[in-house]
């Protein structure tokens, strides 16, 4: 036995017996790294032992898809044809027999690691066997990345591969010594782990889920195929989307809608917050406040409802006025109305925010500055105002990262025939594409474009923030 | 306290606020009025903020017609369904975080938050429903939108708010962690429980993008604002064919007017009493940040 052991591992040693000693002999973490290897080996090889029948099993629907065989096999002939080593290597069979050798051999290792585990002089052999199979993993992944002809992801599924990592992280990360630290933990914590397979399994599904199909943006447009067995396209469909004079005036629509957005709405919540706070009458103060914050929570179908009652024709804005301003019907009328709309639903509701940094304010400064003779302009000048400055760049910064994305539901309400020219922007030239019409490809391109650039500015908004010495998001 | 401040401006102030308030009550004032005025004033647009010859035919027509009564229902059923589903997931997803000593806690933590910052956008997210069967299914207004990750991080920092000897000293009395949450946490943050339900409500109630998206050609579950949508785009798109001619369809709008105001009705009818939950949860958001 090793000389490594904890007392707390020697207490337990009898309920596990014969497992127990074998396991014993190494770290902790080496064993769970043995056993995770194995499981992936299993799993990998089932996943290419499916492809050869032309079966996959679909992790989300968890079903088996059938794919035709006559496809796969075309497939499989099509990689070991002249024409696949072509794209691929020249001599493809030499380079996966090589591969197959190296993996068979690790496999070897690992298990001669394991019966021999008594002589010292196996004990390294673990050590080769990871070293093998993380070559294994890496050769394949590139060997995927530069054969990216059609078979490439069909025939050779990545993601089982990229499953190898996994058990070669915990051989560094594991954070036990001994089985018994593990147990211990399991009794005190597994309850907690229960709790969260739901959310976590909601996020996975709904969330990291849709991010494989983001793959649909670099695929051919073949609108009926599952995304991983469409044929591979490049960037084709990002050159496409520049050259599409639609998507040029979407993403022009965006830019001016947002800014017009920011500029004119963002001060509002702030000015109205300064004046609510200014605001003595107590009761009349909560009224507004329960008044001012209500459009907050009428839908945008409502809303929208709403204005084209009131700013129609003969609705009540041109009956006041007297006057007959096409407010929706008018492109740049339009364009206005849109915004200030969207500051009418939400000037309330964002004071909020504004008027617990305010509170947040120590009221001292005032006194201090009031015996000093300050006037209120002054007051909200040189106390107000800075004292709030953290919370107006968060969520400046936060409302630059949403420059890209438009509400769905709030265009999609607000829009009708005669303005299609300023109101289309990039996510209802999303839906009309790829949802509504069959360029899926196209449409998945352009999302992937917005999703990057939102990042982008949300990032380089923060980056920016923090340099000129604010707190910033993260 | 005297700060030097002017009756004058006061007054301004308070006047500006009158101004907003009626900036943000007339429209509403108007379209209630509109539902419930009688055709002939509705055709020479004489109605502004009180309805003139009242009658409530337009609110019988959409009462009879089955397509907005089961509309209402059923986003009255899916509402209440997701609310439940929804503070379920998030008080589960939020309870483990309170244990410092949790393994993979900073890991859960990143995993979760990144997905506020990175969508994968319309099309993937049409794609995995798709190959999930969950176009044209109901289920597909229920389980996508089941967690916010926001909410998550609300709830999470209210419970971080209750001390930790509190849930130690449960623990030494033989509560599991399970126990602690159901017997010691959930009674402590009610108040926080109220508000995230009321986020999810009105979320689910107002919300209609999903049903937009996925809901191809089934019309049987459309919620409500869907259904308002689709009113709304047909008749702007007869509104402005008619814009030329001035003469507005009084009957058909009175009926639009009605399905607007039922639509908004159970809402201003929770709103007043709830309103103090709602500015509670983003006050506590903005604070936690």
């Known amino acids: 036995m090793s000389d490594n052991q904890s007392p707390l591992h020697q207490s337990n040693k009898n309920r596990f017996g014969k497992i127990e000693e074998i396991l014993s002999t190494f770290p902790m973490r080496v064993n769970v790294t043995i056993v995770g290897t194995i499981l992936v080996l299993i799993f990998s090889l089932l996943e290419w032992v499916n492809m050869g029948l032309g079966v996959r099993f679909n992790l989300f629907t968890l079903q088996f898809a059938n794919i035709e065989s006559k496809v796969v096999a075309a497939q499989l002939e099509w990689v070991f044809s002249e024409a696949g080593s072509i794209q691929g290597f020249r001599n493809f069979k030499l380079f996966m027999a090589i591969l197959l050798i190296i993996f068979v051999i690790a496999i070897i290792l690992l298990a001669l690691s394991v019966i021999k585990y008594q002589s010292k002089r196996f004990r390294s052999l673990s050590y080769w066997g990871f070293g093998a199979i993380i070559l294994v993993a890496v050769t394949f992944i590139f060997a995927i990345l530069i054969t990216v002809g059609d078979a490439g992801t069909t025939v050779l599924s990545v993601f089982p591969l990229l499953t190898l990592f996994a058990p070669i992280l915990t051989m560094f990360f594991f954070p036990f010594d001994s089985l018994a630290r593990l147990m211990n933990y399991v009794k005190r914590y597994w309850v907690l782990y229960i709790l969260l397979i739901l959310p976590m399994a909601q996020i996975i599904i709904f969330r990291y889920g849709p991010m494989i199909n983001i793959l649909a943006a670099f695929k051919e447009n073949f609108f009926l195929w599952p995304v991983l067995d469409r044929p591979w396209a490049g960037l084709e469909f990002f050159v496409a989307a520049f050259n599409d004079p639609t998507f040029l005036e979407a993403f022009r629509n965006t830019l001016v809608l947002s800014f017009l957005e920011i500029i004119m709405g963002f001060p509002v919540p702030i000015i109205l917050a300064i004046l609510l706070n200014e605001l003595r009458l107590r009761k009349f103060k909560r009224v507004t406040q329960t008044i001012l914050y209500l459009p907050h929570f009428l839908s945008w179908a409502i809303v929208a409802g709403i204005a084209t009652t009131v700013l129609g024709n003969v609705g009540l804005v041109n009956n006041f006025l007297g006057t007959s301003i096409p407010f929706l019907t008018d492109p740049t009328h339009w364009i206005f109305s849109y915004v200030i709309i969207g500051i009418w639903k939400g000037m309330g509701w964002g004071t909020i925010i504004y008027l617990a940094a305010i509170t947040g304010i120590n009221p001292e400064l005032y006194e201090a500055a009031a015996v000093d003779g300050a006037k209120r302009f002054r007051l909200i000048w040189h106390i107000t105002l800075p004292g709030i400055r953290p919370v107006i760049v968060l969520l400046l910064i936060l409302s630059i990262g949403g420059i890209m994305g438009n509400s769905f539901e709030r265009i999609m309400a607000m829009r009708n025939p005669l303005v299609f020219r300023v109101s289309d922007v990039i996510e209802v030239f999303t839906y009309n594409r790829g949802v509504a019409g069959l360029q899926q490809s196209l449409a998945a391109a352009v999302g992937l474009f917005q999703s990057i650039v939102s990042v982008i500015l949300l990032f380089g908004a923060n980056y920016f923030a923090k340099k000129t010495g604010e707190r910033g998001l993260l | ?289």
């Not at chain 2, 004058?8 to 900036?23: K, M, S, W």
């Not at chain 2, 309805?51 to 337009?58: E, M, T, V």
């Not at chain 2, 059923?74 to 589960?92: G, P």
């Not at chain 2, 999810?200 to 998206?213: E, F």
Request: contains cysteine; aromatic residues 14%.
């Open chain 2, 1 to 289: 306290m005297n700060l030097n401040k002017s009756k004058f401006g006061d007054f301004v102030i308070v006047v500006v606020f009158i101004l907003l308030i009626c900036i943000c009550l007339f429209p509403m004032m108007n379209v209630f009025a509109r539902s419930m005025s009688s055709p002939h004033y509705l055709i020479r647009s004489e109605v502004s903020l009180f309805p003139r010859g009242f009658n409530l035919d337009a609110f019988e027509v959409v009462w009879s017609d089955s397509k907005y009564t089961w509309s209402l229902a059923w986003t009255a059923i899916l509402t209440l369904i997701c609310t439940i589903l929804s503070l379920t997931l998030t008080v589960l997803c939020a309870f483990p975080f309170v244990y410092k000593g949790l393994l993979g806690r900073k890991t859960l933590n990143v995993f979760m938050i990144f997905t506020m910052y990175f969508g994968a956008g319309m099309i993937p997210t049409f794609l995995l429903m798709r190959s999930l069967g969950l176009i044209d299914n109901p289920l597909v207004l229920i389980l996508p939108a089941s967690l916010s990750i926001f909410n998550v991080i609300l709830m999470r920092s209210f419970f971080y708010g209750i001390p930790d000897s509190i849930r130690e000293s449960s623990e030494i009395d033989g509560a599991g962690p399970f126990k602690t949450l159901i017997l010691i946490y959930l009674p402590l943050s009610k108040p926080v429980l109220a508000t995230i339900s009321l986020f999810y409500a009105v979320g689910r109630w107002n919300g209609y993008a999903d049903a937009l998206l996925f809901l191809r050609t089934e019309r049987r579950w459309d919620p409500i604002q869907l259904l308002l949508y689709r009113v709304q785009q047909n008749l702007t798109a007869i509104d402005v064919t008619q814009f030329e001619t001035s003469a507005g369809n009084a009957p058909t709008e009175a009926i639009r007017m009605a399905t607007i105001v039922i639509a908004t009705v159970p809402i201003l009818l929770v709103y007043p009493f709830l309103q103090k939950y709602f500015v509670a949860g983003v006050t506590l958001g903005s604070i936690k940040e």
